[in-house]
């Protein structure tokens, strides 16, 4: 059993901690507000700082909301680097700047440590199921060592390439998912318009070639009404934002992302921030004053 540190308990990071508390192993825990009761009754253990997080554990994971707050958590006073000594090793499972994960990735690395960027897929109901998808950047040998624990947390493990490359791939998976999310919402409005049970038109679509778990969670979502996070909006929109100056950067036109993020920036503008991301319909629905499931 090994020494795991974990930093950032919100949505996503208390259930992938608690999977590594229940297979056995001691896990050191810290959070900028506090870390929830149910970890340390299954047996973690709550530390006061990054840096006692560090000092405690051989691998250190970390799961916060955007880079700004990465960058914080390692680097601060009292941060996860000032806790470290050689042959640590720094998982970073947040979705962040591909740019700036090679700039931290270095900075750990000169304190002659190890870097992994590992961001996920699959939400709230993966990391408390353990299925999520998990794009790793970083060296080989790095990868190999931590995978038996990248399994407990999910189930499609992949090293990408470099650090970096993780990030990398993660930001074009939530190019995939925030343009599915604009395809759903609009059939089912269109559906829904034009006299259709919304519900049951997802349903005739779930077995045909437009079946996607797009279709399957977030048209449920769209159907029920269901809004509650799952993953928020505001979150979905730092993840566009990265890959719109990214493209940028590299001289890509990214026409779609960049109407999905316009999507996304009426349902805040409406107060719908803290939505989950399928509440993109509400920006359609706006739109055309109509709600998926409103009687025509």
């Known amino acids: 059993m090994s020494k795991l540190g974990f930093v950032g308990l919100g949505i996503m990071g208390a259930p992938m901690a608690l999977n590594l508390i229940k297979a056995g192993h001691e896990v050191f ?5 506090s870390v929830p009761a149910n970890l340390v009754e299954a047996g973690g253990i709550a530390c006061s700082s990054g840096k006692e997080v560090a000092q405690s554990a051989d691998i250190i ?6 880079t700004p707050h990465v960058a914080s958590a390692l680097f601060d006073a009292n941060g996860i680097a000032e806790g470290l000594s050689a042959g640590k090793v720094v998982v970073d499972m947040s979705s962040i700047s591909p ?3 090679k700039a931290f990735a270095s900075r750990i ?34 990868f190999e060592k931590i995978r038996p624990l ?26 995939i998912v925030a343009l599915n999310i604009e395809a759903v919402a609009e ?13 049951r038109v997802r349903e005739a679509l779930m077995g045909g070639f437009a079946s996607s778990k797009i279709l399957e969670v977030h048209g449920e979502r769209m159907v029920k009404r269901t809004f509650n996070p799952g993953f928020r909006i505001e979150l979905h929109q730092k993840d566009l934002n990265l890959a719109l100056s990214a493209g940028k950067e590299l001289g890509l036109a990214l026409p779609n992302t960049a109407t999905c993020q316009e999507l996304f920036n ?4 409406h107060g719908g921030s803290a939505w989950d991301h399928s509440g993109m319909v509400r920006a359609l629905e ?8 409103q009687k025509s």
Request: aromatic content about 6%; some cysteine.
């Open 29 to 33: 825990l810290y959070s900028r507000t």
């Open 61 to 66: 994971f970390v799961m916060v909301p955007d």
């Open 99 to 101: 740019i700036e994960t």
């Open 109 to 142: 690395n000169a304190l002659d440590c190890q870097y992994l960027d590992a961001p996920v897929s699959g939400g709230e109901v993966g990391a408390q199921n353990a299925t999520l998808s998990i794009m790793v950047g970083g060296e080989e040998d790095t």
């Open 150 to 175: 990248f399994a407990l947390m999910g189930k499609n493990i992949t090293l990408v390439g470099g650090n970096g490359d993780g990030q990398t791939a993660k930001v074009a998976n939530q190019i």
């Open 187 to 199: 059939a089912l409005l269109f559906a829904s318009r034009a006299g259709a049970d919304p519900a």
């Open 266 to 269: 009426v349902c805040a503008s």
């Open 286 to 293: 706006l739109m055309a004053n109509f709600e998926v499931g």
